[in-house]
């Protein structure tokens, strides 16, 4: 779940990627198959960077 965020998060253009499609409420296989599409990157660097993304979501409090 998104929350309400007063801050300020900059994101990259894969950040961005990831959370619109986060916001559309997509799992994590979503994620990891929309980063090798539009990167060409394979599977486990694709996961490993999603992992990471969400893990800062999580730390900085902007999902649940």
Same mark, same amino acid.
């Given at each position: 779940t *998104? #929350? =309400?965020?007063?801050?300020l998060? *900059? #994101?990259?253009?894969?950040? +961005? $990627? $990831?959370? =619109? $499609?986060? /916001? %559309?409420?997509a799992?994590? &296989?979503?994620?990891v /198959? &929309? #980063? ?5 990157? %394979?599977? +486990?660097?694709?996961? !490993? @960077?999603?992992?990471?993304?969400? +893990?800062k #979501?999580l @730390?900085? @409090?902007?999902? !649940?």
């Open positions: *998104v #929350l =309400d965020f007063n801050g998060f *900059v #994101l990259s253009e894969s950040g +961005k $990627l $990831l959370w =619109d $499609l986060i /916001s %559309d409420g799992e994590k &296989a979503e994620l /198959s &929309a #980063l090798m599409n539009e990167y060409e990157i %394979d599977r +486990k660097t694709a996961s !490993e @960077d999603t992992d990471k993304f969400i +893990k #979501l @730390d900085f @409090d902007i999902v !649940e």
